[in-house]
């Protein structure tokens, strides 16, 4: 099993930054990706940045430019640093774990950006 704790959500201005963090611990395997996504009232979870342990990225079209996704493999930790935040930036994010044959939801972590 694969354990994920998310912190860093809260309530910002628009225009504002928020630094996400998620832990993973456990079963971990170096090779995975690891990944952010958000998920607002009444929308669908969706994608906002992944990142391989090889440090390729890809992002959400309504993200890039703003948010940054990073890791530090020891331990295996991501990072999102969310720059010039809009109000429909607000959601739950929530991280996923995935290696082959397995995947792990973290509980999320709230974002509220005001206008």
């Known amino acids: 099993q694969v354990q994920l704790v998310e912190s860093g959500g809260g309530l910002v201005q628009a225009g504002g930054s928020l630094r996400l963090s998620c832990a993973a611990s456990?079963?971990?395997?170096?090779?995975?990706?690891m990944a952010w996504y958000r998920q607002a009232p009444g929308q669908q979870r969706e994608l906002v940045a992944l990142?391989?342990?090889?440090?390729?990225?890809n992002y959400g079209d309504s993200v890039k430019g703003r948010f940054t996704i990073s890791r530090d493999n020891t331990p295996n930790t991501i990072y999102l640093q969310m720059n010039s935040l809009k109000p429909e930036d607000t959601g739950i994010y929530y991280c996923r774990y995935l290696r082959t044959g397995f995947f792990a939801w973290g509980q999320g972590t709230q974002v509220t950006v005001s206008s």
């Open positions: 990142i391989t342990n090889g440090n390729d990225t």
């Open positions: 456990g079963s971990t395997s170096t090779i995975n990706s």
